[in-house]
T-cell receptor, first 112, second 119 residues
Framework: SQQGEEDPQALSIQEGENATMNCSYK?????LQWYRQNSGRGLVHLIL?????REKHSGRLRVTLDTSKKSSSLLITASRAADTASYFC????????????FGTGTRLQVTL | DTGVSQDPRHKITKRGQNVTFRCDPI?????LYWYRQTLGQGPEFLTY????????KSRLLSDRFSAERPKGSFSTLEIQRTEQGDSAMYLC?????????????????FGEGSRLTVL
């Protein structure tokens, strides 16, 4: 079963705009990670935020985590056509040291 | 190439046949995971190995599915008597030893997947 759900399911923006994706999850977590997947390819890790962190940056990525609301957001600034992909949040549930549970994904389309 | 390698990348089979997928993780990674992903969905956890020990299996892994990692290096995932519902992308991922400072960042390293189509 899916632990998280992303919102929106699909997002279409123009190059240069910012893209925001949200993730909600159900149970207490150790950390939350975001992954990117190009069509038909494997997943690539983008960023990890631990349960005691509220915000993290990496290049054009900004991730926030609100454990009280069991939600996270991923912001991609100044988007590029190459950012077109599916984005998944994934959680490590407290007490399960190794298993990563993925959400349903947001499909991002960046047009020129 | 030092990434996670999966073989074959694509497999088309007829219903009822057996199929086997192989995963070669990054060499120093002792933890290995199998996931299944259907179109438009996120990856679903199937099973997890630490070295050669299979420590966790999902309810999704029916009796027709078996995974092994005999020497703690490569792993195989076998599906017996395939059904059309088994059509999916089968993803393998690996991770360095737990808590290894400076190495284990918590991320999984994924292969490119093995796409199965059951006719």
């Amino acid at each position: 079963s899916q632990q998280g759900e992303e919102d929106p399911q699909a997002l279409s923006i123009q190059e240069g705009e910012n893209a925001t994706m949200n993730c909600s999850y159900k149970t207490s977590i150790n950390n939350l990670q975001w992954y990117r997947q190009n069509s038909g390819r494997g997943l690539v890790h983008l960023i990890l935020i631990r349960s005691n962190e509220r915000e993290k940056h990496s290049g054009r990525l900004r991730v926030t985590l609100d454990t009280s609301k069991k939600s996270s957001s991923l912001l991609i600034t100044a988007s590029r056509a190459a950012d077109t992909a599916s984005y998944f949040c994934a959680t490590v549930v407290t007490g399960t040291a190794s298993k990563l549970t993925f959400g349903t994904g947001t499909r991002l389309q960046v047009t020129l | 190439d030092t990434g996670v390698s999966q073989d074959p990348r694509h497999k088309i089979t007829k219903r009822g046949q057996n199929v086997t997928f192989r995963c070669d993780p990054i060499s120093e990674h002792n933890r290995l995971y199998w996931y299944r992903q259907t179109l438009g969905q996120g990856p679903e956890f199937l099973t997890y190995f630490q070295n050669e020990a299979q420590l966790e299996k999902s309810r999704l892994l029916s009796d027709r599915f078996s995974a092994e990692r005999p020497k703690g290096s490569f792993s195989t995932l076998e599906i017996q008597r395939t059904e059309q519902g088994d059509s999916a992308m089968y993803l393998c991922a690996s991770r360095p030893p737990w808590g290894l400072a400076g190495v284990d960042t918590g991320e999984l390293f994924f292969g490119e997947g093995s796409r199965l189509t059951v006719l």
